[in-house]
């Protein structure tokens, strides 16, 4: 090996060791670890990949074209895409209630193509602060001026455009525009956005309209609105929200995302979206995988099924959950939180989300004491979340039996029950 690799490697192995020191480092199980687990860690929340319903329906999509093929052999750019990806985009489109749509690799791609590309020179952006990490990279090739607002506050975010507005002639006028960027479902806390203040907010604050609302709808997909068309349809705002994403990854099991705008928003990304232009088209497989997703959560079966079962499967984990005597003496001493607790018995939707809060240094602890029960969770750190929150993500599936969350939870307070206990012992040393 060369002397240039060789201080390469002494580098990232130093860091390497500093983030596993920390306890931050990324580990990759092999399949063989989480085999005979419970699943409460995947994002397959409606069990269309564990049950075998999505294989199904993707090899009777493989009957249906027997002349694929496999390949997309080009960029949109080159080719413009083969007529059943088009097909595809025109169908998901017409589904989520949107003028077109463009299908992409996933939706990291989905987002850094919108936000390197679309915001303008003069433009703003404003954003939730707890949006993905890939609306960040999008936003550091961004032309514009971009700012944060404090987590679902909407009195935060309408003071924001108002100072925007008042320092800005471009944007006082009406000559340039502010996007709004926030997500459905958060993917690190399980709340969800106000949709209707935010949009409230916006007309209150820029009285001319020109502002834009973009929605990432990676963890609402599939999950709710007519057929699992989204929050956004859910809620019939469709006019309100021009541009959407939503992703194929989770709730679809399968994989890409499709970014749903108006036919000259689609265009300006396929010409000026510099991951797309030099990027080899999604191929036929990727396509038939979602377009068999969307086949069955649209299904009977997908709502009575999957959907609505899941939003049962929720609501009985926080009924056992909050209502158990030692999560309310775990509250009081700050050895577990739950950032939607006061909220999820009131709100008409359920995410899957489950965010429990741990002190610092105390995630991996608890995710292990599951893991060691053959439960599969996953603990967050820093920079996924922010600093000092660290955190055990769970995702609720419709297939989790009712027996499996009684489990998790009696697990999770056998584990908070020793804390207790190890505190009571400092403090009488």
Same mark, same amino acid.
């Given at each position: 090996?060369s002397?240039?690799?060789?201080?390469?490697?002494?580098?990232?192995?130093?860091?390497?060791?500093?983030?596993?020191?920390?306890g931050?480092?990324?580990?990759?199980?092999?399949?063989?670890?989480?085999?005979?687990?419970?699943?409460?860690?995947?994002?397959?929340?409606?069990?269309?990949?564990?049950?075998?319903?999505?294989?199904?329906?993707?090899?009777?999509?493989?009957?249906?074209?027997?002349?694929?093929?496999?390949?997309?052999t080009?960029?949109?750019?080159?080719?413009?895409?083969?007529?059943?990806?088009?097909?595809?985009?025109?169908?998901?489109?017409?589904?989520?209630?949107?003028?077109?749509?463009?299908?992409?690799?996933?939706?990291?791609?989905?987002?850094?193509?919108?936000?390197?590309?679309?915001?303008?020179?003069?433009?703003?952006?404003?954003?939730?602060?707890?949006?993905?990490?890939s609306?960040?990279?999008?936003?550091?090739?961004?032309?514009?001026?971009?700012?944060?607002?404090?987590?679902?506050?909407?009195?935060?975010?309408?003071?924001?455009?108002?100072?925007?507005?008042?320092?800005?002639?471009?944007?006082?006028?009406?000559?340039?525009?502010?996007?709004?960027a926030?997500?459905?479902?958060?993917?690190?806390d399980?709340?969800?956005?106000?949709l209707?203040?935010?949009?409230?907010?916006?007309?209150?604050?820029?009285?001319?309209?020109?502002?834009?609302?973009?929605?990432?709808?990676?963890?609402?997909?599939?999950?709710?609105?007519?057929?699992?068309?989204?929050?956004?349809?859910?809620?019939?705002?469709?006019e309100?929200?021009?541009?959407?994403?939503?992703?194929?990854?989770?709730?679809?099991?399968?994989?890409?995302?499709i970014?749903l705008?108006?036919?000259?928003?689609?265009?300006?990304?396929?010409?000026?979206?510099?991951?797309?232009?030099?990027?080899?088209?999604?191929?036929?497989?990727?396509?038939?995988?979602?377009?068999?997703?969307y086949? !069955?959560?649209?299904? =009977?079966?997908?709502?009575?099924? %999957?959907?609505?079962? /899941? @939003? *049962?499967?929720?609501?009985?984990?926080?009924?056992?959950?909050?209502?158990?005597?030692?999560?309310?003496?775990?509250?009081r001493?700050?050895?577990?939180?739950?950032?939607?607790?006061t909220?999820?018995s009131s709100?008409p939707?359920?995410?899957?989300?489950?965010? !429990?809060?741990?002190? =610092?240094?105390?995630?991996?602890? %608890?995710?292990?004491? /599951? @893991? *060691?029960?053959?439960?599969?969770?996953?603990?967050?750190?820093?920079?996924?979340?922010?600093?000092?929150?660290?955190?055990?993500?769970?995702?609720i599936?419709?297939?989790n039996?009712?027996?499996?969350?009684?489990?998790v939870?009696?697990?999770?307070?056998?584990?908070t029950?020793r804390?207790?206990?190890?505190?009571i012992?400092?403090?009488?040393?």
């Amino acid at each position: 090996m060369s002397i240039g690799h060789n201080i390469l490697t002494h580098k990232l192995q130093a860091l390497l060791d500093n983030r596993r020191h920390q306890g931050r480092l990324l580990y990759h199980p092999l399949p063989t670890t989480l085999m005979g687990t419970v699943d409460f860690g995947s994002n397959d929340t409606l069990g269309l990949s564990s049950s075998g319903l999505l294989s199904a329906a993707f090899l009777r999509e493989l009957e249906r074209h027997p002349t694929f093929t496999v390949g997309s052999t080009s960029s949109r750019a080159v080719e413009g895409g083969r007529q059943y990806l088009l097909d595809l985009e025109d169908d998901l489109a017409k589904f989520h209630g949107a003028a077109t749509g463009l299908f992409v690799h996933s939706g990291y791609s989905a987002n850094v193509a919108i936000w390197s590309t679309l915001p303008q020179p003069g433009d703003f952006v404003v954003y939730d602060e707890l949006v993905h990490a890939s609306i960040h990279d999008g936003l550091r090739q961004c032309r514009a001026t971009s700012r944060a607002f404090r987590h679902n506050d909407c009195a935060a975010l309408k003071r924001q455009l108002e100072e925007i507005r008042d320092q800005d002639e471009g944007v006082a006028h009406g000559r340039q525009v502010v996007f709004i960027a926030i997500e459905s479902f958060y993917s690190m806390d399980g709340d969800m956005a106000p949709l209707h203040s935010i949009i409230t907010a916006a007309r209150e604050a820029l009285p001319a309209g020109n502002y834009l609302c973009v929605i990432d709808e990676a963890h609402s997909n599939g999950l709710v609105g007519p057929n699992g068309s989204g929050y956004v349809c859910h809620y019939g705002l469709e006019e309100e929200f021009p541009i959407r994403l939503h992703t194929c990854g989770k709730a679809l099991a399968s994989m890409g995302a499709i970014i749903l705008c108006s036919k000259t928003v689609k265009e300006a990304l396929i010409n000026y979206a510099r991951n797309i232009v030099f990027s080899t088209a999604p191929s036929y497989l990727s396509a038939a995988g979602v377009r068999a997703g969307y086949e !069955l959560v649209a299904s =009977v079966e997908g709502e009575k099924q %999957l959907r609505q079962v /899941l @939003q *049962q499967k929720v609501r009985y984990f926080y009924h056992r959950l909050t209502n158990d005597p030692t999560w309310q003496r775990a509250r009081r001493k700050d050895i577990l939180s739950l950032p939607t607790e006061t909220t999820w018995s009131s709100r008409p939707l359920q995410s899957p989300v489950i965010a !429990l809060i741990t002190r =610092v240094d105390r995630a991996n602890a %608890l995710a292990e004491h /599951l @893991q *060691q029960h053959q439960y599969w969770v996953n603990a967050i750190h820093f920079p996924a979340v922010p600093r000092g929150q660290d955190r055990v993500r769970l995702m609720i599936h419709a297939s989790n039996s009712l027996a499996e969350i009684e489990t998790v939870v009696a697990l999770i307070m056998e584990w908070t029950t020793r804390q207790l206990e190890t505190n009571i012992m400092r403090a009488e040393l």
